[in-house]
């Protein structure tokens, strides 16, 4: 099938490892098949893909969550699942997938929300047509941690409906801390330059406040990095505005799993003064399409926590 050459000598992310991954597993820890570790109609994302909370009507989304990842975040919140294979998961081929997909579908999700896909993503391509063309008509979400090829995004092409980044850092020095990746915000920059591109502007349904089409991207503020949030703010208000929805988080955990060189400020809390700041900064940017967990904002952007 197209672009499964692209798993010989893999270079599908930008740590362009080089390896056949159906001989070894890549930087990402896993082989060419992708392996699915929970598949379930979820909640815990913002309303527009998950639905709103308290209302008759809560499906949820279809959310399909695969094992490793080739951010590789030391303060990683889905290490469990992100580091590797945890031999719990299932090897899904592209028919799987699509089974899946369309399994999730009767269930009554709202979308297909495919969760750190992107290092399968030849077979991600071909598991989405197969669904398409079995029968799925709800759409599909891209939920990636931003560190992404513009040439492998494109396999996506006609394919994705919605994507969901994140935008973790801007600073080199802290993604070479964090992620070993000093290349971080330009790549992140121009992953999601291409996904606007292939999905424009957000399309919101007026009858059920769900988004047909269009881009969140969210950024996860980390303690003391006031400055990262805002010049992540100044990028994404600057190129898109409100064609976007921007989903700025709070709820920074340190985990146990932070490896014992990390660096001091992720063995903390984001504080409540720099989360208002950046609430703040946001809403003075005239960014409207918003969500933010700061229960002293007000009007629409005040949503709940989204942790379920």
């Known amino acids: 099938m197209a672009h499964y050459e692209a798993l010989e000598h893999c270079t599908l992310c930008p740590r362009k490892c080089g390896i056949n991954r159906y001989e070894k597993t890549g930087f990402c820890s896993m082989g060419a098949l992708p392996v699915v570790n929970l598949y379930m109609l979820h909640h815990g994302e913002e309303p527009p893909i998950s639905g709103r909370l308290g209302t008759e009507d809560t499906r949820g989304s279809g959310t399909v969550f695969f094992e490793g990842c080739s951010a590789k975040c030391i303060f990683c919140q889905n290490s469990k699942i992100s580091g590797g294979p945890t031999g719990k998961g299932e090897g899904a081929d592209s028919s799987r997938?699509?089974?899946?997909?369309?399994?999730?579908?009767?269930?009554?999700?709202?979308?297909?929300?495919?969760?750190?896909?992107?290092?399968?993503?030849?077979?991600?391509a071909d598991s989405i047509k197969r669904a398409k063309d079995n029968g799925l008509k709800i759409p599909v979400a891209v939920n990636t941690g931003g560190y992404d090829e513009v040439d492998t995004l494109k396999m996506l092409d006609g394919l994705v409906d919605i994507y969901m980044p994140d935008f973790k850092v801007w600073d080199p020095k802290t993604a070479r801390q964090i992620l070993h990746a000093p290349d971080y915000a330009d790549k992140a920059a121009s992953a999601i330059r291409e996904m606007f591109r292939q999905v424009g502007p957000a399309?919101?349904?007026?009858?059920?406040?769900?988004?047909?089409?269009g881009m969140i991207v969210r950024h996860l503020m980390l303690p003391g990095k006031l400055f990262d949030t805002k010049k992540i703010l100044d990028f994404l208000t600057g190129e898109f505005g409100n064609d976007i929805y921007i989903s700025l988080m709070s709820q920074y955990t340190p985990m146990p799993t932070l490896p014992t060189d990390a660096p001091d400020f992720l063995r903390r809390t984001v504080p409540s003064g720099h989360y208002d700041s950046a609430s703040d900064y946001l809403i003075d940017k005239g960014q409207i399409n918003a969500f933010v967990q700061d229960s002293s904002s007000q009007g629409d952007l005040l949503i709940p926590d989204f942790k379920d």
């Open 97 to 124: 997938l699509a089974e899946i997909y369309l399994e999730l579908q009767d269930k009554g999700a709202y979308n297909i929300n495919l969760v750190t896909p992107m290092h399968f993503a030849p077979v991600i």
């Open 203 to 213: 399309d919101i349904d007026p009858d059920t406040d769900l988004m047909r089409k």
